[in-house]
C-alpha cells in the first residue's frame, strides 16, 4: 500500500520550454500533496503543498507563475515549469497524504515517488 | 525557528558493525518524528513515524527511538544492502501538514 508514482522519470528540454510532471496515489486518496526539489548531495526542499481542489500553497521563494501545480483530483497532482532554464535542472520529488490513514488514527506519514530528474538544456 | 540537524554527516561501517544516527530537533510542538530511507537518484522511502518521548519501533535491523530533543536510528549487523542516506524530519502542530527534513546521514557498509 502507500504507493505513489511519478510520470516522466526523467526529462531533457531545451531552454525556454515547459515540462509537466505527473504525480499520483495509486492507492489510497490523497487531499494534499507536495511538491520537493533536491539538488546533488543536499536534502530535499519543500516547494509548495498542492491542495485538491484549491489554490497551491507555494514556499517562500518559489514562483508561482513558474512553477504551476494543480492538484485536480485526490489521486493526482501536476507540476509544469514554465519557460524552463539551466538553473531548474534538478530533482523534483512529490509526496502525498493518505486521507484514510489521517482520519483513521491521525497517521502523517508522506509517501514519496521515485522522483523526476528534470535536465534544461 | 523549527529545526532539524543530523549527525553525522557521513558514516562508513564494517558489515556487522553497530551503530547509530543521530537526529537533533528543535519544534514548537512535535507532532511527530519521521525516519526516511533514500537510494541515490531515488524518492525517500517511509521506514518509521515516533510520536512521544520514549516511544521505540523496529524494522528488521533498524530500531528507532525518541526523547524530547533527539532520535536514534540504531543499525545493528548491518549489511551492505543497508547502505543509503538516513532522512530525520519532523512536524510541527504549528505547521499544518509540512515536514522539515534533516540534511541525511550517508551510510555505507563494506562488506
Known amino acids: 500500500g502507500a504507493v505513489v508514482s511519478q510520470h516522466p522519470s526523467r526529462v531533457i528540454c531545451k531552454s525556454g520550454t515547459s515540462v509537466k510532471i505527473e504525480c499520483r496515489s495509486l492507492d489510497f486518496q490523497a487531499t494534499t500533496m507536495f511538491w520537493y526539489r533536491q539538488f546533488p548531495k543536499q536534502s530535499l526542499m519543500l516547494m509548495a503543498t498542492?491542495?485538491?481542489?484549491?489554490?497551491?500553497?507555494?514556499e517562500q521563494g518559489v514562483e508561482k507563475d513558474k512553477f504551476l501545480i494543480n492538484h485536480a483530483s485526490l489521486t493526482l497532482s501536476t507540476l509544469t515549469v514554465t519557460s524552463a532554464h539551466p538553473e531548474d535542472s534538478s530533482f523534483y520529488i512529490c509526496?502525498?497524504?493518505?486521507?484514510?490513514?489521517?482520519?483513521?488514527?491521525?497517521?502523517?506519514?508522506?509517501?514519496f515517488g521515485p522522483g523526476t530528474r528534470l535536465t534544461v538544456l | 525557528e523549527d529545526q532539524v540537524t543530523q549527525s553525522p554527516e557521513a558514516l562508513r561501517l564494517q558489515e556487522g558493525e553497530s551503530s547509530s544516527l543521530n537526529c537533533s530537533y528543535t519544534?514548537?510542538?512535535?507532532?511527530?518524528l519521521f525516519w526516511y530511507r533514500q537510494d541515490p537518484g531515488k524518492g525517500p522511502e517511509f521506514l518509521f513515524t515516533?510520536?512521544?518521548a520514549g516511544e521505540e519501533k523496529e524494522k528488521e535491523r533498524l530500531k528507532a527511538t525518541l526523547t524530547k530533543k533527539e532520535s536514534f536510528l540504531h543499525i545493528t549487523a548491518p549489511k551492505p544492502e543497508d547502505s543509503a542516506t538516513y532522512l530525520c524530519a519532523v512536524q510541527a502542530y504549528s505547521s499544518a501538514s509540512k515536514i522539515i527534513f534533516g540534511s541525511g546521514t550517508r551510510l555505507s557498509i563494506r562488506p
Open positions: 515516533l510520536y512521544s
Open positions: 509526496s502525498a497524504r493518505d486521507v484514510g490513514l489521517a482520519a483513521a488514527w491521525g497517521g502523517n506519514e508522506q509517501f
Open positions: 498542492s491542495n485538491e481542489g484549491s489554490k497551491a500553497t507555494y
Open positions: 519544534v514548537s510542538g512535535l507532532r511527530g
